[in-house]
């Protein structure tokens, strides 16, 4: 196959995989919550700055020399943090609209992103400037012609972990069968047991945690973070999980993958294809809701009478 | 003979393998009540669907005065003369009783937007008139709610509920009023008023039709001279109270399943 | 037949004196604290502002009484209300003492206030989500200044045009609405506003990311709006004359908002905004009517944009980001949904409380954004929330 075909095809599945990881953190809060947390993304790029940090720390410290140790250990403990971080925010704030208007909630959580956003900016040195963002991992492999980033392959396969991690969790154990209960019936879920409340924090957790990886390998793969890459990844990460159907993990990858797929597209085949791709990509998300209003695997809202 | 007030004739809707209403014949004249039992989960309730237009019909027909309306938006049918209430009452539990009323009248008023833009006069001359005719609608139907006319319909208890659902389907102007289960909730006292309510009406406006959905079986003696069985989606007999509780076949499936549930 | 309630004529009603007091106590007293919160430079002066704002608020939401009387009161005296309003919005600037960063903040906090208006059409009156109202302002104000600057068109000519491009562009946008609804519906919203912004971004013809610049400013009868206003001997900053036309532009959309709510329309709206169905069997071609209010929205929205766009004369996208819509979405919710001075006052807030804040530089975002959702916490229904509808015998 072509080399620039199958650079593309590489391309299309690290994006992919990137916003799959965030998507899949807004449709499993909606399934669970019926929720929309719309700080998702900036809760999300939080990430790259706790690693950021944490590595200079131990650079400064520690092992001054073991950069690849102090990176990984970073990435966990950015990972753990912002699970709480989601905790917290739903703590703080979103479990407050739990019986509200759909639209006070989605409100409230464009603030609370602008809070994320100018705590970043304010906490972390010269927030506002760009940071430069080491890639995971720096080497490369020939596949036939074509030299592929290790780091490609990385992504793509931690995500395709995480999912089916999160798929084997939801369907088999008992945490998720508990969530899937909470989801399905609150209050007969509450008769068998099961403390929503708890139920909801591991929810935020989990779902904070994968998106923490997205932002990551977002900020990884753009090479640079900014405090407000989280409007843009959330923007793609909701509406990659809206068009595949809210509540729907595979939709959420679905999505994903045809968001993915029209920006690669129209990347490489259009001369200013870097500045139409979100032009592109949120036509397709037009177009897919006025063909399939409820998304693509969403179940259609049947009203009963 | 003349042409029935409404007809359906075949009438039938799927929802997946799932009959929920096969093949029913109706049929209506101007002022007469129908009224229509069965089991739960019979289909009275999707039958009503269907002809108000909520849901598509898989086959058949529903004529109107003899003008096929079968497959028109619900908007359109309500326009046509079909008002109904709900099982559940739907009201618009944020706005006051008149403002019910008033969008009741929604397709016998005109002004849109430019008018109410452009001619303030005119679009307030006959917002006006429709409050007033709210008024005496909520007075026909019951003085109390008149007293209360200028609360919200949310705070209303159940059989106020019912009769401002009334009052709003009367406000169209129907040639058809469906009703459906009027009494569900309510104690005996209610129910006994509310039929009592009913009668009013009906005696104010002979040439309304009424299609009434009832399980309580007092309701039925005491109104309707005509009624249809329905169960398992399917019209099993049809023809006047006294004589249709007779039939085996309803009393196996509708009061056997009544002695059940008392 | 009981007897018919007696009609009183809307001239005829009882105007207290204690009514006039109450409406003119209400009035001078907003128009004071406004004058005092733009002229202010103390800190600590703005901050206590604030605070005897918050505790009028707590007072109102502890005796409902104090808000019923007003509302009574202005119900009442009419007449003393409006024309007491109208003289105090008119001599307002000559009390600015010449601040032309006080005018500033006013002109831009009305033209916010119509952008809120206008959202309430759908959100308040329809509940339908519009993240795109950003859009439809982006769309009156580039079609004026385009108009303008390049086929030398009249302002006053471009404020219908703009007007009527933004209504299509509102009715194209409604149009999904049919069969999309909820959160998928404010999905499509949002995408239409990212598109257009994107779009507004990259084209030629519209100045790409460095916008349009020197849209001329407009004249009328020989008076130019670049220059002041020099009248009874006072001189006014030339701000004073977008002062007055976006003060015209709030009158145009209270107007508006108050006839359509009264009326068979704004009834429709209500009614699919409580029960869909329902409202789909009392004869409401709701599809319809959604279509309505997006365009309505688009309509009055395009108006503050071509206003904006020859009040400032420079445009670029980034005034018109998926951030602005959604700040116009706050000042309707905080302000309080389907309520005419409440939209207004949220308007006013959001947009004078981060200017006045530059004291606090870098926190200014953050704090706002805090104040939003301990806002939304504390008084979910908004400052003002909808209040019945009142008939002309009540």
């Not at chain 2, 003349?2 to 009959?19: D, H, K, M, Q, W």
């Not at chain 2, 079909?82 to 008033?102: E, K, M």
């Not at chain 3, 009874?232 to 030339?238: D, I, V």
Request: hydrophobic letters at 55%.
């Amino acid at each position: 196959m072509d080399v620039f075909v199958m650079q593309n095809l590489l391309n299309w599945l690290v994006l992919g995989s990137i916003y799959a990881l965030v998507a899949l953190g807004f449709s499993l809060l909606f399934g669970v919550l019926n929720v929309i947390h719309f700080s998702h993304g900036d809760v999300s790029i939080v990430a790259p700055f706790v690693v950021l940090a944490v590595v200079q720390a131990l650079l400064a410290s520690v092992f001054p020399a073991a950069t690849l140790g102090a990176l990984a250990l970073a990435c966990v403990l950015a990972i753990v943090a912002v699970g709480l971080i989601g905790v917290l925010a739903d703590w703080l704030v979103i479990r407050r609209f739990r019986n509200a208007p759909a639209m006070m909630a989605l409100v409230a959580t464009v603030a609370l992103g602008t809070v994320v956003r100018e705590v970043i900016r304010m906490v972390y040195p010269q927030g506002s400037n760009p940071k430069p963002f080491p890639r995971l991992i720096e080497s490369r492999v020939q596949l036939g012609d074509l030299p592929v980033p290790v780091f490609s392959l990385f992504v793509i396969a931690v995500s395709v972990l995480m999912m089916t991690v999160l798929f084997a969790v939801m369907r088999y154990t008992p945490l998720g069968m508990r969530i899937r209960a909470v989801a399905e019936d609150r209050a007969t879920a509450r008769l068998m047991g099961i403390r929503p409340g708890h139920i909801f924090a591991a929810t935020f957790f989990i779902a904070s945690a994968v998106g923490a990886i997205g932002g990551l390998f977002f900020a990884s793969y753009a090479g640079v973070v900014r405090f407000d890459f989280g409007i843009q990844l959330g923007l793609i990460g909701f509406s990659a999980a809206v068009i595949g159907g809210l509540g729907s993990m595979q939709g959420a990858i679905l999505g994903s993958l045809l968001i993915a797929g029209i920006d690669t597209l129209v990347q490489a085949t259009m001369a200013e294809g870097a500045s139409y791709r979100l032009v592109f990509a949120f036509l397709l998300v037009i177009v897919v809701l006025v063909l399939k209003p409820s998304g693509i695997l969403g179940r259609p809202i049947m009203e009963k009478v | 003979m003349a042409v029935p007030l409404l007809e359906t004739r075949n009438l039938s809707i799927r929802f997946g393998g799932l009959v929920a209403v096969s093949r029913v014949d109706l049929s209506l004249a101007a002022g007469e009540t129908l009224c229509i039992i069965g089991p739960n989960g019979a289909g009275k309730s999707t039958l009503f669907n269907l002809i108000s237009g909520i849901y598509r019909q898989s086959s058949g027909t529903v004529r109107l005065d003899g003008r096929d309306i079968t497959g028109w938006p619900a908007h359109r049918i309500a326009a046509a003369g079909i008002a109904r209430t709900f099982q559940s009452s739907r009201l618009f539990g944020d706005l006051t009783l008149v403002d019910n009323v008033v969008i009741g009248m929604h397709c016998r008023t005109r002004t849109g937007v430019i008018d109410a833009l452009l001619r303030p006069r005119r679009a307030r001359a006959e917002f006006e008139a429709a409050a007033e005719r709210a008024g005496e609608l909520l007075r026909l139907v019951s003085p109390g709610l008149y007293e209360r006319r200028h609360t919200l319909a949310g705070t209303l208890p159940q059989a106020d509920r019912r009769r401002l659902e009334i009052a709003r389907a009367l406000a169209s102007d129907p040639k058809i009023i469906m009703l459906d289960e009027p009494s569900s909730g309510m104690d005996d006292r209610d129910t006994d008023a509310l039929i009592e309510d009913i009668r009013l009406t009906m005696a104010e406006r002979p040439g309304l039709a009424y299609i009434i959905i009832e399980h309580d079986m007092r309701l039925v003696a005491a109104l309707p001279e005509r009624v249809v069985v329905i169960d398992y989606g399917e019209k099993i007999a049809e023809g006047h109270f006294s004589e249709v509780r007779l039939m085996p076949r309803v009393q196996e499936a509708y009061l056997g399943q009544k002695a059940a549930h008392a | 037949m009981m007897a018919e309630p007696p009609r009183i004529a809307l001239s005829a009603r009882h105007t207290s004196a204690a009514d006039v007091a109450v409406v003119a106590a209400a009035e001078l007293g907003g128009a004071l604290l406004l004058g005092l919160f733009l002229l202010a430079d103390d800190s600590r002066f703005i901050v206590a502002l604030l605070v005897l704002l918050g505790a009028g608020f707590a007072a109102l939401q502890i005796r409902p009484a104090i808000e019923e009387r007003i509302v009574a009161a202005f119900r009442n005296a009419r007449f003393t209300a409006l024309g007491l309003g109208s003289a105090i919005v008119l001599a307002y600037p000559f009390a600015m003492q010449g601040s032309s960063y006080a005018l500033h903040l006013l002109v831009v906090a009305q033209l916010y206030a119509v952008l809120a208006l206008a959202l309430n059409f759908q959100l308040g009156s329809a509940n339908i989500p519009n993240f795109a109202t950003g859009a439809s302002y982006g769309i009156g104000a580039y079609t004026s200044a385009l108009l303008a600057i390049d086929f030398g068109v009249s302002f006053w000519l471009t404020l219908p045009i703009a007007a009527v491009v933004a209504t299509a562009f509102g009715f194209l946008l409604g149009f999904p609405s049919m069969r999309t609804r909820e959160t998928y519906l404010a999905l499509v919203t949002i995408a239409f506003g990212i598109v257009v912004h994107q779009l507004l971004n990259n084209f030629d013809w519209t100045g790409g990311p460095n916008g349009l610049v020197g849209i001329p400013a407009p004249t009328i009868l020989g008076h130019s709006f670049a220059a002041p206003i020099e009248l009874f001997g006072a001189r006014l900053p030339s701000q004073a004359n977008f002062y007055y036309l976006a003060a015209a532009l709030v009158a145009l959309a209270i107007v508006s908002a108050r006839r359509l709510h009264d009326s068979r329309v704004g009834l429709a709206w209500n009614a699919l905004r409580a029960d869909e169905l329902a409202a789909r069997c009392q004869g409401i071609n709701v599809v319809w009517y959604k279509m309505l209010a997006f365009a309505v929205d688009a309509f009055l929205a395009a108006f503050a944009g071509s206003v904006y766009a020859a009040y400032v004369s420079y445009i670029s996208p980034d005034n018109f980001t998926f951030l602005v819509s959604v700040t116009i979405m706050t000042m309707v919710i905080v302000g309080g949904m389907d309520n005419t001075l409440g939209v207004i006052l949220g308007a006013f807030l959001l947009t004078l409380l981060p200017e006045k804040l530059r004291i606090f530089a870098d926190y200014r975002l953050l704090f706002v954004s805090v104040v939003v959702i301990l806002f939304l916490i504390l008084r979910p229904q908004g400052l003002f929330p909808q209040r019945p509808r009142s008939y002309g015998g009540r």
